[in-house]
């Protein structure tokens, strides 16, 4: 019973909080530049209530690093590199009021 219960809870907050269990745990507080040179995407880790330390995530053919986003090199590299975010599709506000101005102009 006391395995059934243990289980039941961790399927419930994977389901919950998808990326808690995805966090950096440690960081790395040098990296070498050749390492950035074959980065293919990064994200940033953020610490809130999820994750409990702030990170740079960097992604190596399929592997993951974290370094810290204090390392000099890093901050350099990130404004070079801005492009290398996966961007998230925007519905937003923007979108919405193109389209109130198109149905604007279809019926004048």
């Given at each position: ?49 999820l ?53 604007k102009?279809?019926?004048?």
């Amino acid at each position: 019973l006391h395995i059934y219960l243990v289980s039941n809870t961790v399927i419930t907050l994977l389901a919950l909080f998808p990326g808690a269990f995805n966090c950096c745990t440690e960081i790395s507080d040098e990296i070498p530049g050749r390492i950035l040179q074959r980065v293919e995407r990064f994200d940033i880790q953020k610490a809130d209530g999820l994750c409990h330390l702030e990170a740079v995530i960097l992604y190596i053919e399929g592997r993951k690093f974290c370094v810290s986003p204090r390392i000099r090199k890093v901050k350099k590299w990130m404004k070079k590199n801005k492009h290398k975010i996966p961007r998230k599709k925007s519905h937003g506000r923007k979108q919405r009021k193109m389209k109130t101005i198109r149905k604007k102009e279809k019926k004048q």
